[in-house]
C-alpha cells in the first residue's frame, strides 16, 4: 500500500511539474500520428504555449529518410530530432521551417523521432519515409 502511495506522489509531482512549464498537447489539438514501417507523420493543430517532449520508435528500412515539414510556430520553439538504430543523430531541425530534407546517412532499424516543444504555438505537420 504504501509503495502505491509512493508511486502516485511522484506521478502527481511529475504532472504538476509538467503543467507549470506550459500546456501540453490534448483532444482539441486533433493529434495524428502515423507509425508504419517506412512512414512517419505527425500533425497537431491550435497549439497553444505548449511544452512537451514526444517520442516515438520508428522503423525504417532504409538508411536515410525524406523529411517534409509543413507546420507553423508561431511562438516558441519546436525541434524535430531523428536517431538512427546506433544512436547517431541523423537529423535536427526546427519545425518552423518548412520544406523537404534529406536526413544524413544512418543505420536502418529503429529509430527514434523525439519533437520537443517549448512555449510552442501554432500547428505541427511532418513526415518522415525511406527514400
Not at 101 to 107: C, E, P, T, V
Request: charged share 10%.
Amino acid at each position: 500500500m504504501r509503495r502505491n502511495t509512493l508511486r502516485w506522489w511522484a506521478l502527481a509531482g511529475a504532472l504538476g511539474l509538467a503543467a507549470c512549464s506550459g500546456n501540453v498537447i490534448g483532444p482539441d489539438n486533433q493529434l495524428q500520428v502515423t507509425n508504419a514501417t517506412d512512414n512517419f507523420q505527425l500533425q497537431a493543430t491550435a497549439l497553444n504555449n505548449v511544452s512537451q517532449t514526444l517520442t516515438y520508435l520508428w522503423q525504417n528500412t532504409g538508411t536515410s529518410a525524406n523529411v517534409n515539414q509543413s507546420g507553423t510556430v508561431t511562438a516558441g520553439s519546436a525541434t524535430l530530432t531523428i536517431i538512427d538504430q546506433a544512436g547517431t543523430t541523423v537529423y535536427l531541425a526546427n519545425l518552423g521551417d518548412t520544406g523537404t530534407f534529406q536526413s544524413s546517412a544512418g543505420l536502418a532499424g529503429g529509430w527514434t523521432i523525439r519533437v520537443e516543444l517549448h512555449g510552442m504555438s501554432g500547428s505541427l505537420n511532418f513526415r518522415g519515409q525511406k527514400p
